[in-house]
């Protein structure tokens, strides 16, 4: 199966500061998701990312995938209290596998 | 109702009661799937059914029991758990996969079970 790992596991930002958390794949990606959550609840999709060198912006989050180093970073800039909760990626084609997530907490 | 919903939201159960999870999509997908996050540990994906067949079960223990009656439901009956299957219980839905296609799965809001 397809292992993710997700870095930091944790971190916290001063609001209005960027951020950025990684998630290495040990195979091959085919694609790549991103998802935040809040805590004990569902996921929210955010991007979804098909080919190398992809990148996808929504708002002030943007997701980039570097297939050559089986990488997939995320991006929030200028982070408000509403970016706060916990960012998951994921990865395959329909057999998704998940990271183990990063809790994002933004102070004000 | 839009989106993916579950029922009940809220579960709490002995080891020898018999139970069920209910998921609802409004989507239009035609692929639904259970997943099981427990503390500290990465989502699992537990079941998949793809046009109501079921393709992949991921060598889940048979007291976990899925249903899929049409593309619009899905069900995982729950009977005899242990106190480890203690955890938030994730449906979604996308579109069928294809060959080379990738569709993105949508979330329902969980069920966290509790096994006394």
């Known amino acids: 199966s397809q292992e993710l790992e997700q870095s930091p596991q944790s971190l916290i930002v001063q609001e209005g500061k960027n951020l950025t958390i990684n998630c290495t794949s040990s195979?091959?990606?085919?694609?790549l998701y991103w998802y935040k959550q809040k805590y004990g609840e569902g996921l929210i999709f955010l991007m979804m990312?098909?080919?190398?060198?992809e990148e996808k912006s929504h708002e002030k989050i943007t997701a980039k995938l570097d297939e050559k180093k089986q990488q997939s970073s995320l991006h929030i800039t200028a982070s408000q209290p509403s970016h706060a909760g916990i960012y998951l990626c994921?990865?395959?084609?329909?057999?998704?596998?998940f990271g183990a997530g990063t809790t994002v907490t933004v102070r004000a | 109702e839009t989106g993916v919903t579950q029922t009940p939201r809220h579960l709490v159960m002995g080891m020898t009661n018999k139970k069920s999870l209910k998921c609802e999509q409004h989507?239009?997908?035609?692929?639904m799937y259970w997943y099981k996050q427990s503390a500290k540990k990465p989502l699992e994906l537990m079941f998949v059914?793809?046009?109501?067949?079921?393709?992949e079960n991921n060598s889940v223990p048979s007291r976990f029991s899925p249903e899929c009656p049409n593309s619009s439901h899905l069900f995982l009956h729950l009977h005899t758990l242990q106190p480890e299957d203690s955890a938030l219980y994730l449906c979604?839905?996308?579109?069928?996969?294809?060959?080379?296609?990738?569709?993105?799965?949508?979330f329902g809001p969980g069920t966290r079970l509790t096994v006394l």
């Open positions: 979604a839905s996308s579109q069928d996969r294809k060959a080379g296609g990738l569709y993105e799965q949508f």
């Open positions: 195979k091959t990606l085919y694609g």
């Open positions: 990312l098909q080919k190398g060198g």
């Open positions: 994921g990865a395959g084609r329909y057999k998704l596998s």
């Open positions: 989507l239009g997908h035609n692929a």
């Open positions: 059914y793809s046009l109501e067949e079921r393709v």
